[in-house]
């Protein structure tokens, strides 16, 4: 079941050519555009707010693997040089999950080549959200485990609905390792006694436990989780944005620089990790187990 | 205060009316209608002190009127104050607080930075930045008795503080500077990171956050609230628990803390200086203090 091998430019060139800031469809209402990609990142952007909700698509689990995160950067580097655009939504279009985190498929049995390029995508899909001029919010509408909660804290805001879906850096079940600008986040968002626990525990929270800890800002029920989170966004936008993105930027630049120093470093300790059979066979294990689940 | 203490009950009368004091302001309790109470002979009337011999508490009384607003010469008056006590062997603790209660300082006077040249607002920036040296810095155990509303520069003075007791009720309490489209300097924000944690100071710092003091308390950004008539005794009682520990073991630990954000602002204070000038010309930010001046006169 691995996905297809692509080149890198090759796929690149694809979605930029579909990914038009005035093409596609104009859905419901003439203000908004949206971007109609045969892909796994579908944009709403709203003029009029200048509000876009950028909705991962990939059911069942929203997994991010190479394809779906060379659009998430795509989608984000457009926003983030489209003028008219002041915020974003990051949420689902798959119900009960907001993602499931990394494609465990890109980890097992891949090559080292593959393994560069996936991690690549990643360390850019996280550089330009993290590091977003617009103001951006998290509607967790469903579980959000590993790569899921890694963008969920990369968010200036997090909206959690409450209930049964679980949220956190779970990678030390699987026997992998969350790396350092993971760990950078989580630090940021939880401090560092919440964080030590929560890493080396690989913890799930629920949405209550992550509200108490600080994962998460506000729990509502599911259906309120827009609405909130579109709230909150009004008061957010009236305040200059001059000033709130120099206030982010320097805030956040010490642990953006961190990973922007290393890059290729970090991408090839995750593939030499990745690769260790020890590793391998944890991932095999893990893989054979929702097997057995499923059947 | 530096009237004569002696001044009659006429003078008295006709003070406490100019100033509108209640029947349980706080100046009722001044201390220098203690037998241990001493006066200061501060250059100026704008900052108030008298110390207590007997414990070496000095009280430190923002007198500014209306609103406490950091002008130059607050600024050099706050700095001269500290420095003095801080050079005062008898002296162990310092209590900054409002003369008069409701606002404890609304912060940096915005006159200072409208319409004025680079050069000017370099300067103004200077004593803003040694102010701050003077006092997050100090050997001293340093009480922000906030006893009133304290925004951008007043919660500035609030956070160099060892601790902050903030009067009940409708208060508020935050750095809001970019309400102003201005951004609060990197060692403000540091101050405010290691008080409340970094997720906390991010939101509020990129919105501009104002606390009651109830969510102030909750965040932590203060440690204890009170009666707005009882937060000097709130303060005074605090700081003789804090007097009961040595003071050089006690100081040396503060200092040990503190170094590196005093460092790297004495090492990068031109840089920051540059950084404030460059901000205070851009149009955008002239124009948003040209509407709230307005905002204010409509008021």
Redesign the interface.
């Known amino acids: 079941m691995a996905a297809p091998m692509r080149g890198m430019s090759v796929l690149r060139q694809a979605f930029q050519g579909l990914v038009r800031p005035s093409g596609g469809q104009v859905c419901r209402q003439v203000q908004h555009r949206c971007y109609s990609t045969p892909g796994h990142v579908q944009v709403d952007m709203n003029s009029e707010t200048g509000v876009a909700t950028v909705r991962l698509n990939r059911p069942p689990v929203n997994s991010l693997n190479l394809d779906v995160l060379t659009e998430l950067s795509i989608a984000l580097e457009k926003l983030e040089t489209d003028k008219s655009c002041k915020a974003m939504v990051l949420a689902s279009a798959a119900p009960g999950i907001f993602s499931a985190g990394l494609d465990i498929l890109e980890m097992y049995q891949s090559t080292p080549e593959r393994c560069v390029a996936f991690w690549r995508a990643l360390q850019d899909a996280w550089l330009n959200l993290y590091g977003s001029r617009l103001v951006t919010m998290a509607a967790i509408e469903g579980h959000s485990p590993a790569g899921g909660c890694l963008l969920a804290m990369s968010c200036?805001?997090r909206v959690m609905a409450e209930g049964k879906f679980q949220i956190g850096l779970n990678e030390t079940k699987l026997g992998i390792v969350a790396p350092f600008w993971f760990t950078d986040v989580m630090?940021?968002?939880?401090?560092h006694r919440e964080t030590e626990k929560a890493l080396q525990l690989g913890a799930l929270y629920s949405a209550q436990q992550a509200l108490s800890i600080?994962l998460v800002?506000k729990v509502v029920p599911l259906a309120e989780v827009m609405p909130t989170v579109e709230g909150e966004l009004k008061?957010?936008l009236q305040?200059?944005a001059?000033?709130?993105v120099?206030?982010?930027t320097?805030?956040?630049k010490a642990v953006l620089d961190r990973l922007r120093s290393q890059k290729e470093k970090d991408a090839q300790f995750f593939a030499d990790f990745i690769n260790r059979d020890s590793v391998q066979k944890s991932l095999g294990m893990y893989i054979a187990s929702l097997q057995k689940k499923k059947n | 205060m530096a009237l004569s203490v002696s001044a009659g009950g006429r003078v008295w009368r006709k003070f406490c009316k100019t100033f509108n004091f209640g029947p349980n302001s706080a100046l009722k309790r001044f201390p220098t209608c203690t037998a241990n109470g001493r006066l200061y002979s501060t250059s100026s009337d704008n900052v108030l002190v008298s110390k207590d011999e007997k414990s070496g508490i000095a009280t430190v009384r923002m007198n500014n009127p209306p609103v406490n607003s950091l002008n130059t010469a607050m600024l050099v008056s706050l700095r001269s104050c500290f420095e003095e006590l801080e050079n005062d062997k008898s002296c162990r603790a310092l209590i900054l607080t409002s003369q008069k209660p409701k606002v404890f300082c609304a912060g940096l006077d915005i006159l200072e930075i409208y319409r004025k040249s680079p050069d000017y607002v370099a300067q103004f920036w200077e004593k803003l930045q040694d102010m701050w040296l003077s006092l997050y810095g100090s050997r001293l155990v340093t009480m922000a008795a906030i006893n009133g509303h304290s925004p951008a520069g007043g919660c500035l003075l609030s956070l160099a503080c060892d601790y902050r007791i903030m009067a009940e009720g409708k208060f508020t309490i935050g750095l809001n500077e970019t309400q102003l489209d201005l951004v609060a300097p990197f060692w403000l924000r540091q101050t405010m990171v290691d008080v409340i944690g970094y997720r906390q100071a991010e939101m509020a710092l990129m919105i501009g956050a104002l606390y009651t003091s109830d969510k102030a308390l909750q965040l932590g950004l203060v440690d204890k609230l009170a009666p707005i008539e009882d937060v000097q005794t709130v303060a005074e009682e605090e700081v003789k628990n804090w007097l009961k520990i040595p003071d050089q073991a006690r100081a040396i630990t503060k200092m040990a803390s503190r170094k590196p954000l005093l460092d790297e602002l004495r090492k990068r204070k031109q840089e920051d200086i540059q950084t404030f000038r460059d901000e205070t010309t851009r149009e955008s930010v002239q124009m948003s203090i040209q509407q709230y001046l307005e905002k204010l006169k409509a008021k």
């Open positions: 200036d805001y630090l940021n968002t939880i401090g600080g800002d008061n957010w305040i200059p001059a000033a709130r120099i206030t982010k320097s805030m956040r």
